[in-house]
C-alpha cells in the first residue's frame, strides 16, 4: 500500500525542486495594482492607497490604481462594459496587489467587495488573481480595528494568492492625513512602508516561480486523466 501511494506522488526532492526556480530573475519593474473601498471625493481609504503609491513608485515599481465609481454592481453579466474591462485587464497585467479597505459595520466596504466580485476566480483556462502577492490595509473612522483586514485575508486565499504576513489597519483615518491628502508622519505611516517594503520583496522574489508554486498535484492528476481518456473516446466513437 505504501508503495502504490508514493509511486503516485509528484517526483519532489529538494535538490531538483530548487533547480526548477528560475535563476535569472525578470529586469521589469514589479507591476501593481491598487484597490481601494469608498466612491467619496474625500476618501481615506483612496488617500490611504495614493500612499501606498508614492512608496512602491519610489521603490522603483510600475503602479497602477483602480477607481472604483463608475463600476456597476455586479450582475455575472456586464463584463463588457468598460469599467468592468478596465478592472479586469487590470488584474491581468498585474504581478502584486494592494487592497484598502474601509471598516463599516466590522466589515469591508460593498464598494470594495463589490470589485473583488468583478474579478472571476477562473476565465477559462485562466486564472486572473492566482499567484499574485497581495497586501491588506484599512482605515477606521474610530479606534483600532482588523476586522477588514481579517476579511481581505480570507479573499485573497479564495483567490489564489499570496497575502504577505505583514499588514496596516490606520486608525482615526481624519487625523492622520493632511489638507493635501497626504499621509502624517507617523508609527502608522512607518508601518505603511514596512508593508510596502515587504510586498515589494516578496513580489520580486515570487514572480519568477508563480508557475511552479502554483501548480497542484490534483489538478495535474485531472489533466493526466483527461488525456488518457480522449483517445479511448475517439476509438470508441469511430467503433
Not at 521589469?28 to 491598487?34: C, G, K, S, Y
Not at 486572473?128 to 486565499?157: D, E, H, K
Amino acid at each position: 500500500m505504501t508503495e502504490r501511494i508514493e509511486a503516485d506522488l509528484p517526483p519532489h526532492d529538494p535538490t531538483s525542486t530548487f533547480a526548477t526556480f528560475a535563476k535569472a530573475p525578470s529586469p521589469h519593474p514589479p507591476r501593481i495594482l491598487i484597490l481601494y473601498g469608498s466612491l467619496r471625493d474625500k476618501s481615506f481609504s483612496r488617500y490611504l492607497s495614493e500612499e501606498c503609491g508614492r512608496v512602491l513608485t519610489a521603490f522603483g515599481a510600475e503602479v497602477r490604481t483602480f477607481d472604483p465609481r463608475g463600476l456597476p454592481v455586479f450582475d455575472r453579466s456586464s463584463f463588457d462594459l468598460p469599467k468592468v474591462k478596465e478592472l479586469r485587464g487590470l488584474t491581468m497585467w498585474s504581478e502584486a496587489h494592494v487592497w484598502v479597505s474601509p471598516e463599516q459595520h466590522g466589515s469591508m466596504t460593498a464598494a470594495f467587495k463589490n470589485q473583488i466580485d468583478w474579478i472571476p476566480l477562473s476565465d477559462g483556462a485562466v486564472r486572473p488573481t492566482q499567484g499574485r502577492t497581495l497586501a491588506v490595509l484599512q482605515v477606521s473612522g474610530g479606534s483600532q480595528s482588523f476586522n477588514a483586514v481579517n476579511q481581505l485575508r480570507v479573499l485573497g486565499r479564495w483567490m489564489r494568492m499570496f497575502t504577505i504576513p505583514n499588514q496596516s489597519s490606520v486608525p482615526k483615518a481624519f487625523e492622520q492625513f493632511d489638507a493635501d491628502g497626504r499621509m502624517k508622519p507617523s508609527s502608522y505611516r512607518d508601518r505603511v512602508v514596512d508593508v510596502m517594503e515587504e510586498l515589494f520583496r516578496f513580489t520580486m522574489l515570487l514572480r519568477d516561480n508563480v508557475e511552479l508554486l502554483n501548480t497542484r498535484y490534483s489538478e495535474e492528476k485531472e489533466k493526466r486523466a483527461h488525456g488518457a481518456l480522449k483517445p479511448a473516446l475517439g476509438v470508441a466513437a469511430k467503433e
